[in-house]
Antibody
């Protein structure tokens, strides 16, 4: 069974750093793109970026380029999303998802989401 | 960036009725269009891909149609568990983009 299990909720202060994770199981992690999606409180879904774990090829949406870093460790089947300096506007739920076939594709499995709260 | 516009923003429907949701792309995405369902407190769930292919495990009352710039998601007979927010997403161009969502609520 394909599963993506994300790390738990985080409460941070502005300016702090953070790394959240998405652990895969039930399929070949290196062979499928993993994407990250942001959902701000009460709002819709936004693509942040994607990574191909086999060679760490990474693409960022223009709105998120330079704001976050996406990485993957294929030895432990885990993708990560990190911030070096959080802002209050980073408060959101973050989802990881698996690309079904390449990255110009639909996204067939999703993690349960990680709530990140940034507040002083 | 391809802008995906969904309408209406909110759709009020009675259980057992038919729901028709629309999604428009700012330029042609051919059939590279997916639909997702999101219930409160849950992750999105894939319903439809390739504009009209129903994903595994999705009930037959869900169907999708369209190509180019105009797409439709139809729920033939609404069940209580179908009240949720629905998003379309194009996957022909980078960045991938979602529509703003349609909330299907109980009338």
């Amino acid at each position: 069974e394909v599963q993506l299990v994300q790390s738990g909720a985080e409460v941070k202060k502005p300016g702090e750093s953070l790394k959240i994770s998405c652990k895969s199981s039930g399929y070949s992690f290196s062979s499928y793109w993993i994407g990250w999606v942001r959902q701000m409180p009460g709002k819709g879904l936004e693509w942040m970026g994607i990574i191909f774990p086999s060679d760490s090829d990474t693409r960022y949406s223009p709105s998120f380029q330079g704001q976050v870093t996406i990485s993957a460790d294929k030895s432990i089947g885990t993708a990560s999303l990190q911030w070096s300096s959080l802002k209050a506007s980073d408060t959101a739920i973050y989802y990881c998802a698996r690309g079904a076939s390449g990255y110009y594709t639909w996204w067939d499995y999703w993690g349960q989401g990680t709530l990140v709260t940034v507040s002083s | 960036e391809i802008v995906m516009t969904q309408s209406p923003a909110t759709l009020s429907v009675s259980p057992g009725e038919r729901a028709t949701l629309s999604c428009r792309a700012s330029q042609s995405v051919s059939n590279n269009l997916a639909w997702y369902q999101q219930k409160p407190g849950q992750a999105p769930r894939l319903l439809i891909y390739g504009a009209s292919t129903v994903a595994t495990g999705i009930p037959a009352r869900f169907s999708g149609s369209g190509s180019g710039t105009e797409f439709t998601l139809t729920i033939s007979t609404l069940q209580s568990e179908d009240f949720a927010v629905y998003y379309c997403q194009q996957y022909l161009y980078w960045p991938l983009t979602f529509g703003g969502g349609t909330k299907v609520e109980i009338k």
